[in-house]
T-cell receptor
Framework: GESVGLHLPTLSVQEGDNSIINCAYS??????FIWYKQESGKGPQFIID?????DKRQGQRVTVLLNKTVKHLSLQIAATQPGDSAVYFC???????????FGQGTRLTINP | GAGVSQSPSNKVTEKGKDVELRCDPI?????LYWYRQSLGQGLEFLIY????????KSGLPSDRFSAERTGGSVSTLTIQRTQQEDSAVYLC?????????????FGDGTRLSIL
């Protein structure tokens, strides 16, 4: 069946350092991937997405990398700030199925 | 502009009661989704609406759960005869279009607690 998982449930980094959050997916038919940030008591906030015809996409301070060969997705956050502390979810979908399948989430903590 | 709005933000009710949760999607978004998030877990798909098409109900956990979307805008999720395992945060999302892999934008959810 389809599943999305994360390698690390928690990640602590120093303020100013770069963060890398990893995600593995099992459905080779997935063609759309998305990262969300969720702060306590809030809904998931869209960060960045990528389609399967790409292997890298950059946003403001964030980069998503997609490796279809090993079915791996990562989110890189440059120069992390205290406001980056949150739970990060990856999610996938495949053509014809609009629902997103979410991973369990990684909690990112920024140390001063 | 206004984001996805959900009400109530919190709901506490007794086991066996019916509850109704409301979602106002972003104006102009034709697709609407409901998800459920249990404590410390990822999001679980419940149901999806797109325009006038039949909804995708494949994620509804039991026949106690139902949802409707009136006029292609506001949606309500109804849970009948609530059970304690229904306690969760119910999240609504909307997106611009189907088939174009548009990002889903979420509201802040309704936190449902069943006593």
């Amino acid at each position: 069946g389809e599943s999305v998982g994360l390698h690390l449930p928690t990640l602590s980094v120093q303020e100013g350092d770069n963060s890398i959050i990893n995600c593995a997916y099992s459905n080779s038919a997935s063609d759309y991937f998305i990262w969300y940030k969720q702060e306590s008591g809030k809904g998931p906030q869209f960060i960045i997405d990528i389609r399967s015809n790409m292997d890298k996409r950059q946003g403001q301070r964030v980069t998503v990398l997609l490796n279809k060969t090993v079915k791996h997705l990562s989110l890189q956050i440059a120069a992390t700030q205290p406001g980056d502390s949150a739970v990060y979810f990856c999610a996938e979908s495949f053509q014809g199925a609009q629902k997103l399948v979410f991973g369990q989430g990684t909690r990112l903590t920024i140390n001063p | 502009g206004a984001g996805v709005s959900q009400s109530p933000s919190n709901k506490v009710t007794e086991k066996g009661k019916d509850v109704e949760l409301r979602c106002d999607p972003i104006s102009g978004h034709t697709a609407l989704y409901w998800y459920r998030q249990s404590l410390g877990q990822g999001l679980e798909f419940l149901i999806y609406f797109q325009g006038n098409s039949a909804p995708d109900k494949s994620g509804l956990p039991s026949d106690r759960f139902s949802a409707e979307r009136t006029g292609g805008s506001v949606s309500t999720l109804t849970i009948q005869r609530t059970q304690q395992e229904d306690s969760a945060v119910y999240l609504c999302a909307s997106s611009l279009d189907r088939g174009a892999n548009q990002p889903q934008h979420f509201g802040d959810g309704t936190r449902l607690s069943i006593l």
